[in-house]
């Protein structure tokens, strides 16, 4: 009997397969010889899909805070026709009721320790050498899956004929844990085996790659929000070298990350809440999935404000240990390791409508100059004086709630990809091109303008995953051309193509960016002087 991980069922899968939730139908049942056994998938819309396939064993018990271990071999033929693999979640934040499905279906499949699985769409199991485009999945490092519908990958394999591979892998306190200041050298690793989940799935991704119809020597790492944050670390992590040829951060570029004084305090305040002695780990690696969940929170609250508030996002998340991540990856200046890589890097026109939407006065638009002024004095500090009137001049006719959303998008994620994106393309090595994702959607009577995650179901091209609420005429053309541009930058390491004005490479002294919308354009540093403010605020 072949040894299977527990999936949802062959009914599902087949949905699943589908764009916009509607079954598709299974032509064949391709199968793939692996490195540990033979697998099955299914083929629809022309796209062959394998789910749920295991690159490492599970985490649990004695290997919960250890790097990754090879997966088990298996006998027989495994099916690999569903998704498979969610790590356990940390508790949400708060949210409007009507955003919960902002996105389209959820990822409802139970949480697990046997959660390193990946799954893979390909055009054809043949010679072609495609390139590969290795997703890394959204959520803050905390959580998330690669099992959500809008990742389906058979429009964007199918129309550009890419190999894509979709990775789950731990999460929030079970991958960054930062054990290694109370349990010495066997917890040495504990505070990064989330990202070096990421390394085994892009060493079975080289070992695999020609096996699907794809070029291991092409391999495009891309995610969106946590994923550009995983793009980022891998960008600064010597484990990877070699694994991946260019790199796409889609609003979640790192410039920094936790350092170990203030992750050793964070794993004293989670012992001191689970009631554990710092000389009785073990226990720690028995506890039940929901004690260990109900930490975290609590935990995170003890922690001081970080030296600098806009750039040091993660309490769990990868730790500058000396090894793992030798040194932060982009500050003072870019990490060497990957002065090699292509960079496309941007994020869309007003990423924090989406986190700000509980807020009413957001919500319901009436925020008033008053209140602007104090939300933002808090932000940027007495550099706040001068973005209010650099707003105020440059968008007279927008609200104060729209130069809310404007101003926190530049706070939280714009600096972030401009100082990254900066400090690459000074190094002159490897091109770096910036985008803006500018189109705005209808839903909720367009409360939400250019929110964070907008652009992704454009790059798969799963417009219809996320429902009618965001249709309008004109999107899946753009999405065509979002689509083609992230796999062209996967095939060429560069996005220009055809579909596009001409898209000059960004640097310091020209500092090229695509805005994408209804019509694509290239404009120089959109929005320079509030740029040069908020890298200010940011940095001192």
Not at 337 to 343: E, Q, V
Not at 412 to 431: Q, T, Y
Not at 435 to 447: H, K, L, M, V
Request: hydrophobic share 40%.
């Amino acid at each position: 009997m072949p040894n299977r991980r527990t999936v949802l069922g062959a009914t599902v899968s087949l949905i699943a397969a589908g764009i916009g939730g509607s079954a598709a139908k299974a032509d064949t049942a391709p199968e793939v010889t692996t490195a540990y056994g033979r697998i099955r998938g299914i083929t629809a819309g022309g796209v062959h899909a394998f789910k749920g396939i295991p690159y490492g064993a599970s985490t649990a018990g004695a290997n919960r805070f250890m790097p990754p271990r090879k997966p088990e071999a298996w006998t027989g033929v495994r099916e690999t026709i569903a998704y498979a693999g969610r790590s356990p979640q940390a508790p949400g934040s708060a949210q409007r009721p009507e955003l919960a499905s902002v996105w389209g279906p959820v990822d409802t499949l139970p949480v697990g320790e046997d959660c390193l699985t990946l799954h893979v769409w390909t055009p054809a199991l043949d010679n072609a050498k495609r390139p590969v485009m290795v997703w890394l999945h959204g959520g803050a490092f905390s959580y998330g899956s690669a099992n959500s519908p809008r990742y389906d990958s058979i429009n964007l394999a199918k129309r550009n004929d890419v190999v894509v591979v979709a990775v789950n892998h731990r999460l929030n306190i079970f991958g960054h844990l930062d054990l290694s200041s109370i349990g010495g050298e066997r917890f040495a690793q504990s505070g990064n085996v989330g990202v070096i989940d990421l390394v085994a799935a892009l060493e079975w991704v080289r070992d695999h790659a020609a096996r699907f119809g794809g070029d291991p020597g092409n391999v495009m790492i891309f995610g969106q929000s946590g994923g550009g944050g995983k793009v980022s670390a891998l960008l600064a992590m010597p484990g990877a070298k070699g694994l991946f040829h260019k790199a796409v951060i889609q609003s979640g570029a790192s410039v920094r990350f936790a350092e170990r004084e203030r992750t050793a305090k964070l794993a004293d305040a989670v012992l001191k809440q689970l009631g554990i002695a710092p000389n009785q780990l073990d226990a720690l690696q028995a506890l039940p999935i929901a004690q260990l969940q109900a930490a975290i929170t609590p935990a995170q609250k003890t922690l001081p404000k970080p030296q600098y508030p806009l750039l040091d996002r993660y309490n769990f998340g990868p730790v500058i240990d000396g090894k793992v991540l030798p040194a932060q990856p982009y500050d003072p200046v870019a990490t060497a390791l990957s002065d090699d890589i292509p960079l496309l890097i941007g994020g869309t026109r007003t990423e924090s409508s989406i986190f700000l939407a509980p807020d009413d006065a957001v919500w319901n638009r009436t925020v008033t100059e008053e209140d602007l002024a104090q939300r933002i004095k808090a932000l940027a500090g007495d550099k706040a004086a001068g973005l209010l009137a650099y707003y105020k001049q440059h968008y007279p006719s927008a609200s104060p709630t729209d130069r809310l959303l404007y101003m926190t998008t530049g706070s939280n994620f714009e600096v972030r990809s401009m100082l990254l994106g900066e400090r690459k393309a000074a190094k002159g090595k490897a091109p770096v091109w910036m985008y803006r994702f500018d189109w705005e959607t209808p839903a909720y009577e367009g409360r939400l303008r250019s929110p964070h995650s907008m652009e992704v179901p454009f790059v798969f091209d799963t417009l219809g995953v996320i429902g009618d609420k965001h249709r309008k005429e004109g999107y899946q053309a753009l999405a065509d051309k979002v689509s083609r541009t992230w796999a062209t930058f996967a095939r060429t390491g560069n996005p220009s193509n055809d579909s596009l004005p001409a898209w000059p490479a960004y640097s310091a002294g020209q500092r090229n960016t695509m805005l994408f919308n209804d019509t694509c354009q290239v404009v120089i540093d959109p929005d320079g002087e509030a740029r040069q403010l908020w890298s200010k605020a940011a940095t001192v």
